[in-house]
């Protein structure tokens, strides 16, 4: 069975600190890896994604893969408060022919002014 | 361009009642899908769409959920003998290729009484 595992939190950290959010996966064929924003009452919004190794960057955003360790993190660089909301990792992965997303739980940032 | 868009955004329904939700993908979008998230938790699969079929619904939890797609953009979940257990959001998304990024619906929070 495919997980992808979160911490809960709260992670709180002050306005202008980096936030960093991790998530592993179990399913060693996945291919794409997502990170969403999920602000309470609202939908989740996409904001990054990544298919190989490495750093990808798009503004105060980096997403890391390591794929020998199963392991995706996203990096909030200058964090600021309306950053706060609940992170959910997604992957996508060949077990599921490349289509559907199994979700994390989500893990909840805080940033304090 | 205009996003995913889900109506109704609220449904409340009495056990064993018959709702109807329905998603308007992306426009050009050819892949849809459909997730399910309980409170504290990621989406959770239900169903996806390949144009007009159903390439996978191993995430239907039941036969009292089916779902549709007959011209291959607007999308209907159909839910028979609600149960209250039933009660969650209801989350559209849609791609435009299969192993693509997804984008989400603002959803329909449904409610069994």
């Known amino acids: 069975q495919k997980e992808v595992e979160q911490n809960s939190g709260p992670l709180s950290v002050p306005e202008g600190a980096i936030a960093s959010l991790n998530c592993t996966y179990s399913d060693r064929g996945s291919q794409s890896f997502f990170w969403y924003r999920q602000y309470s009452g609202k939908s989740p919004e996409l904001i990054m994604f990544i298919y190989s190794n490495g750093d990808k960057e798009d503004g105060r955003f980096t997403a890391q893969l390591n794929k020998a360790s199963q392991y995706v993190s996203l990096l909030i660089r200058d964090s600021q408060p309306s950053d706060s909301a609940t992170y959910l990792c997604a992957v996508n992965g060949y077990g599921s022919g490349y289509s559907t997303l199994t979700f994390g739980k989500g893990t909840m940032l805080l940033v304090s002014p | 361009g205009a996003g995913v868009s889900q109506t109704p955004s609220n449904k409340v329904t009495e056990k064993g009642k018959y709702v109807e939700l329905r998603c308007d993908p992306i426009?050009?979008?050819?892949?849809l899908y459909w997730y399910r998230q309980s409170l504290g938790q990621g989406p959770e699969f239900l169903i996806y769409f390949q144009g007009t079929g159903a390439a996978d619904d191993s995430g239907l939890p039941n036969d009292r959920f089916f779902a549709v797609r007959p011209e291959g953009s607007v999308s209907t979940l159909k839910i028979q003998r609600t149960e209250r257990g039933d009660s969650a959001v209801y989350l559209c998304?849609?791609?435009?290729?299969?192993?693509?990024?997804?984008?989400f619906g603002p959803g329909t929070r449904l409610t069994v009484t």
């Open positions: 426009s050009g979008h050819t892949a």
């Open positions: 998304a849609s791609s435009l290729r299969r192993e693509n990024e997804q984008y």
